[in-house]
């Protein structure tokens, strides 16, 4: 390595690199009301989409933080709960629940940031309430969708898919797993590649811990039941996924007996 180069380099560093400052802007007022579940995502060029609910009513914002935060949102219909992913792309799913004092269901539509309209279809009703929405894309913007239904003291977990190259959705969701009489919480890990994942916990005669439902991308299909993880209870579960298809996951022990960890 030529000195004079080790010697600029030596100048430099005794000179101090100059630390860039990194500053938030003002915070702006988009909404005023009973205003709750807030959910926003932006893609690989920062413009994004903001979804909120505000007295029962769902508010719809595009967002782009380089320019700042736009201040004219538009309604968009019931509902709450609301779910926006976007892929890297500009390519978006939106979700939010509708219910009564029976039955719920569940709306989605797909959008791109340069044009968010939603036009949305009922990707699942049925009885009871609806929990643990959430959802993932793929770089091509299929998603998936995942939640927990509870009726009269019984849990399932269901999925559905939404495919971007044939714009549709599948007729019906998927239940994953058998019915348990505790709440379930599942969480849901899918990379760039389409590939994903839900894990949640189980106690039953043949198991107590975490157990997994994989996806198969290109066949587009669930595993056949849930396959056991970790013989461990616990709660606060997250897992993440890399582009390879490896997962890890954490959560929060509670041995019998004894304190958390």
């Known amino acids: 390595m030529p000195l004079n180069f080790i010697k600029q380099v030596l100048d430099r560093l005794a000179r101090g690199a100059k630390v860039e400052t990194l500053t ?19 893609d690989h060029n920062g413009r994004g989409l903001m979804l909120w609910e505000n007295q029962g009513e769902l508010r719809l914002m595009s ?88 009726r009269s003291g019984s849990w399932e977990v269901m999925a559905q898919s939404y495919d971007a190259r044939k714009a549709a959705w599948d007729e019906t969701p998927v239940r994953l797993g058998g019915s348990q009489e505790h709440a379930l919480i599942p969480r849901l890990a899918m990379n760039w590649r389409g590939r994903a994942m839900v894990a949640w916990e189980v106690q039953d005669a043949s198991f107590e811990g975490f157990v997994v439902s994989h996806y198969w991308t290109s066949e587009r299909i669930w595993s056949d039941s849930p396959v056991p993880g970790v013989a461990q209870l616990g709660h606060e579960l997250e897992i993440t996924m890399d582009g390879h298809g490896d997962a890890l996951a954490v959560w929060v022990a509670r041995p019998h007996g004894q304190p958390v960890r």
């Open 24 to 42: 938030w802007c003002l915070p702006q007022i988009v909404d005023r009301g009973k205003v709750s579940g807030a959910s926003l995502a932006l």
């Open 63 to 150: 967002v782009r933080p380089s320019d700042g935060v736009a201040i004219a949102n538009f309604p968009v219909g019931p509902g709450g709960a609301p779910v926006v992913v976007i892929s890297d792309k500009g390519l978006g799913i939106t979700l939010w629940i509708e219910t009564d004092e029976s039955s719920s269901r569940i709306l989605g539509s797909p959008f791109t940031v340069t044009s968010p309209n939603l036009l949305p279809v009922t990707i699942y009703r049925g009885e009871g309430q609806v929990q643990h929405l959430q959802a993932a894309i793929d770089r091509r913007g299929s998603a998936l969708v995942v939640w927990c239904v509870e």
